[in-house]
T-cell receptor, first 113, second 114 residues
Framework: GDSVTQMEGPVTLSEEAFLTINCTYT??????LFWYVQYPGEGLQLLLK?????DKGSNKGFEATYRKETTSFHLEKGSVQVSDSAVYFC????????????FGDGTTLTVKP | DAMVIQNPRYQVTQFGKPVTLSCSQT?????MYWYQQKSSQAPKLLFH???????NEADTPDNFQSRRPNTSFCFLDIRSPGLGDAAMYLC?????????????FGPGTRLLVL
């Protein structure tokens, strides 16, 4: 079946540091890949997505590239801010699973001033 | 703004007392989902509706039921809440069931069982 493995947290960085959160996946068929962010006390919201190999999703300074050869979708940001503190979920949705999403366990990011 | 709304944001119930959580959407999406999320773990899909068609996940306990009376509203009923059902319940929508579809989440209802 489908699965998503995320880098274990929590991750603590200083403001303006470089961020990488690793995500690898196993999927049957041709998945789309997503990063969702959950701020404290809120629901998840889409951060970025990529629907085919070599696509790069980007939003708010975050980027992730769909790497089919390494089955990865690592999230990166060049300079984090305190306001980026949140839980980040990697997810996939496969054409062989009726479009239902499989989520990773989430990575908690704390950015300190 | 089009959105997914969940009420209430916090719900306290007693062990064994039925409780209903509600979700509404102004996106006019075909699909509505209910997830259970514990302690910032991965959301666990309980069931979803595609229009009026109900799809239950195989491991969702019978204690959890859902109703979708119209396109805009969907309800989660917990018939006899146990202590283990205390969690955040997230409602989400998507335009369709395709694998490229983005899901739009509500803010969640945090359920406390006493």
């Amino acid at each position: 079946g489908d699965s998503v493995t995320q880098m274990e947290g929590p991750v603590t960085l200083s403001e303006e540091a470089f961020l990488t959160i690793n995500c690898t996946y196993t999927a049957t068929g041709y998945p789309s890949l997503f990063w969702y962010v959950q701020y404290p006390g809120e629901g998840l919201q889409l951060l970025l997505k990529a629907t085919k190999a070599d696509d790069k999703g980007s939003n708010k300074g975050f980027e992730a590239t769909y790497r089919k050869e390494t089955t990865s979708f690592h999230l990166e940001k060049g300079s984090v801010q305190v306001s980026d503190s949140a839980v980040y979920f990697c997810a996939l949705s496969s054409n062989t699973n009726a479009g239902k999403s499989t989520f990773g366990d989430g990575t908690t990011l704390t950015v300190k001033p | 703004d089009a959105m997914v709304i969940q009420n209430p944001r916090y719900q306290v119930t007693q062990f064994g007392k039925p409780v209903t959580l509600s979700c509404s959407q102004t996106l006019n999406h075909n699909v509505m989902y209910w997830y259970q999320q514990k302690s910032s773990q991965a959301p666990k899909l309980l069931f979803h509706y595609y229009d009026k068609d109900f799809n239950n996940e195989a491991d969702t306990p019978d204690n959890f039921q859902s109703r979708r009376p119209n396109t805009s509203f969907c309800f989660l009923d917990i018939r006899s809440p146990g202590l283990g059902d205390a969690a955040m319940y997230l409602c989400a929508t998507s335009r369709d069931l395709g694998y490229q579809e983005t899901q739009y989440f509500g803010p969640g209802t945090r359920l406390l069982v006493l």
